[in-house]
């Protein structure tokens, strides 16, 4: 089945870590995007990628950075830099750039320790 | 910029009908979409309205009216299964390319 996986489901930092959230998706989607959702909160863009080796940053990018080396693939890293990182984090992706149906993952509920 | 507005909650009984609107201020888009999203899940695309009017599929129905900055998401027949959260989002009509921007969400409890 095609689809798109997100992982861990559950991910817990330190004060000064650096950690991953992995995203990867077999729909041979070209566009792929990070949301962020805190509770009760719509869902905020930290960046997306419209094509390989590229990617725009969204509203709320301070504090992660991301890669699109493979087109399937879209790693977020939240930096040390994020001082407020706990959150749902959901990876998506769409056929085109220009389009309004979004495919999500399941989503990484991130803590801080 | 965009900006969409919705109502935080909304309860309804099962079997009833429910309308959660959507109201938006934004210089141009391209359409309003619809979302669900269940409790600790992935949300779901439900609907695009690309042109004034209503759209249908099955049990939901979805409304954009431009002139009036506003649109709706109509579920009939209501399951308690469609106690979920709904969002819905928006395109700018910008110069290159944007990404959807979402509303906060409406939280919809269907009670017996």
Same mark, same amino acid.
């Given at each position: 089945?095609?689809?798109?996986?997100?992982? &861990? +489901?559950?991910?817990?930092? +330190?004060?000064?870590?650096?950690?991953?959230?992995?995203?990867?998706?077999?729909?041979?989607?070209?566009?792929?995007?990070?949301?962020?959702? #805190?509770?009760?909160?719509?869902?905020?863009?930290?960046?997306?990628?419209?094509?390989?080796? #590229?990617? *725009? +940053?969204?509203?709320?990018?301070?504090?992660? %950075?991301?890669?699109?080396?493979?087109?399937?693939?879209?790693?977020?890293?939240?930096?040390?830099?994020? +001082?407020? &990182?706990?959150?749902?984090?959901?990876?998506?992706? %769409?056929?085109? *750039?220009?389009?309004?149906?979004?495919?999500?993952?399941?989503?990484?509920?991130?803590?801080?320790? | 910029?965009?900006?969409?507005? *919705? &109502?935080?909650?909304?309860?309804?009984?099962?079997?009833?009908?429910?309308?959660?609107?959507?109201?938006?201020?934004?210089?141009?888009?391209?359409?309003?979409?619809?979302?669900?999203?269940?409790?600790?899940?992935?949300?779901?695309?439900?609907?695009?309205?690309?042109?004034?009017?209503?759209?249908?599929?099955?049990?939901?129905?979805?409304?954009?009216?431009?002139?009036? %900055?506003?649109?709706? !998401?109509?579920?009939?027949?209501? *399951?308690?299964? #469609?106690? /979920? %959260?709904?969002?819905?989002?928006?395109?700018?009509?910008?110069?290159?390319?944007? &990404? !959807?921007?979402?509303?906060?969400?409406?939280?919809?409890?269907?009670? /017996?």
């Amino acid at each position: 089945d095609g689809g798109i996986t997100q992982s &861990p +489901k559950y991910l817990f930092r +330190k004060e000064g870590q650096n950690v991953t959230l992995s995203c990867e998706q077999n729909l041979n989607h070209d566009a792929m995007y990070w949301y962020r959702q #805190d509770p009760g909160q719509g869902l905020r863009l930290i960046y997306y990628s419209q094509i390989v080796n #590229d990617f *725009q +940053k969204g509203d709320i990018a301070e504090g992660y %950075s991301v890669s699109r080396e493979k087109k399937e693939s879209f790693p977020l890293t939240v930096t040390s830099a994020q +001082k407020n &990182p706990t959150a749902f984090y959901l990876c998506a992706s %769409s056929i085109g *750039q220009n389009n309004e149906k979004l495919f999500f993952g399941s989503g990484t509920q991130l803590s801080v320790l | 910029g965009q900006s969409l507005e *919705q &109502p935080s909650e909304v309860t309804a009984v099962e079997g009833a009908i429910v309308q959660i609107n959507c109201t938006y201020q934004t210089s141009g888009f391209y359409g309003l979409s619809w979302y669900q999203q269940h409790d600790g899940g992935a949300p779901t695309f439900l609907s695009y309205n690309g042109l004034d009017g209503l759209e249908e599929t099955g049990r939901f129905s979805s409304f954009l009216s431009r002139s009036d %900055s506003y649109g709706y !998401l109509l579920l009939q027949e209501l *399951q308690m299964k #469609d106690s /979920a %959260s709904y969002f819905c989002a928006v395109r700018a009509r910008n110069s290159g390319n944007t &990404p !959807l921007v979402f509303g906060k969400g409406t939280r919809l409890s269907v009670i /017996a």
